[in-house]
């Protein structure tokens, strides 16, 4: 028996090119939603004030301690078992019929999820933004709202950039849970590639191999950025440039 | 054992732990998951045929052990790689000094002060791993996720069984959370804290 077989790959390359579109959809869009929201929860994270703090960090740490997978399952099998989702579903509600649908709930866990540790990587960037440029946009006058706008969040926002490229990573492997509430991903493809087939090699090294370019790339773009919005924090570098 | 690897001055070592490292880093666990789960069964079975051994299965426990001691072993091997750099070369420059063995210098000067570098970064991988093992329940192993799956299902209650296996896991991140912060205080005496 062959143990790699080239054309199982072949024929099935449209199935492994939607699974691929799936999987950047799903990361894309909770990755975008999350970014979104984590920007002003991040700046009550680091509120003084405990009742403005205090439910933003119950928040994430219930998404922070507890495994992706299962925060997905309890949105998606969770949801049926309430009587009042069950008869808005019985009336067609719009908003609570999204319960329903396979793609919106992957979707819903993702974005809690990134929504967290973002949050928690730019209340640790906020926390430590250099005192004196606080002081100083204080004494220029600044109110504290101007000041975050001005100095803080555009700081901080560029410092996360390292830890936020973890995130992203961790997102897009994340989302290979996907599969496990019927939705076909990348991971999704393969396993049905596996099981038409019975080619586990195939079906999985391929997949694993689109994951780790994909990977690649995303590492080359953060490089990227980084190297456009953090090369005042790259001092040691330029100085060695410049002795050469 | 894999950061002694990558910080060896033989190349090929070093090749193919950056090769492993990069690996693990890049394919999610799920994936790899199933790769050994259902792979290795296929694997397995032209070994037995070839030597005509009676049938083996492979099962779920230890295809799920074995990917995640495999990925998780990256993961700590970078974590190492870094506390060992951190330790200063003076330290172990003069523990030679002292005529201790490269054993003894390890031992007794790299490792307690490569521990307190580590711990951070053990702590977040382990807190990590914990969650990951959520995903072998896909492999159809019976951790918490799974029965809760089931008790959901017959008793027609799967909000309630899947909130408390997040209790469970939030109870475990909390321990843990516990435990690591004695280590680091246990390991960071006589350093003084920075002032920020």
């Known amino acids: 028996m062959e143990l790699f077989d080239f054309q199982v790959i072949t024929t099935s390359l449209p199935e492994f090119w939607r699974g691929l579109l799936m999987t950047l959809q799903l990361t894309g869009i909770a990755l975008l939603c999350g970014f979104i929201v984590a920007v002003p929860l991040a700046v009550a994270r680091v509120s003084k004030n405990p009742w403005v703090s205090g439910p933003v960090s119950a928040y994430t740490y219930f998404f922070r301690g507890t495994p992706m997978l299962v925060q997905l399952l309890l949105i998606y099998y969770g949801a049926g078992q309430w009587a009042w989702m069950q008869a808005a579903w019985e009336a067609g509600h719009p908003v609570w019929l999204l319960f329903r649908e396979p793609f919106f709930c992957a979707l819903l866990a993702f974005g809690l999820n990134t929504c967290a540790y973002t949050i928690e990587i730019i209340a640790g960037a906020m926390r430590n933004t250099p005192h004196g440029e606080i002081e100083a946009a204080k004494a220029m006058g600044m109110t504290r709202f101007k000041a975050l706008q001005r100095i803080v969040l555009p700081s901080s926002l560029r410092r996360m950039l390292p830890s936020y490229s973890n995130e992203v990573i961790l997102m897009l492997q994340g989302s290979a849970i996907a599969s496990a509430v019927t939705l076909v991903d990348l991971t999704g493809a393969a396993r049905n590639v596996y099981s038409r087939h019975f080619a586990p090699f195939e079906a999985f090294v391929f997949v694993g191999l689109i994951y780790l370019v994909l990977t690649f790339v995303l590492v080359g773009l953060f490089k990227y950025a980084e190297g456009r919005w953090l090369a005042h924090l790259a001092p040691r570098k330029a100085a060695r440039r410049k002795e050469a | ?196």
């Open chain 2, 1 to 196: 054992m894999g950061a002694a690897f990558k910080l060896s001055d033989f190349l090929p070592l070093r090749l193919w732990t950056m090769l492993y490292t990069t690996l693990v880093r890049g394919v999610p666990d799920l994936v790899m998951m199933l790769l050994v789960f259902y792979g290795g069964q296929l694997l397995l079975n032209e070994v037995i045929d070839y030597f005509e051994w009676e049938f083996i299965e492979i099962n779920p426990f230890v295809a799920g052990v074995l990917t995640i001691g495999f990925i998780f072993g990256a993961y700590f091997t970078e974590t190492f790689r870094g506390a060992f750099l951190a330790v200063s070369a003076g330290q172990l420059e003069a523990g030679r000094a002292y005529g201790m063995s490269a054993w003894q210098v390890f031992w007794r000067i790299m490792f307690p002060q490569m521990l307190r570098y580590a711990l951070p970064g053990i702590g977040n991988n382990w807190l990590v791993l914990l969650k990951s093992t959520a995903i072998v329940s896909l492999i159809g192993l019976s951790d918490m996720t799974s029965l809760a799956d089931q008790a959901g299902r017959s008793t027609h209650q799967p909000f309630t069984f899947y909130l408390a296996v997040c209790a469970l896991y939030l109870a475990m991140t909390a321990v843990s959370g516990y435990v690591l912060n004695r280590l680091t205080a246990r390991y960071n005496v006589g350093v003084r804290e920075a002032n920020v």
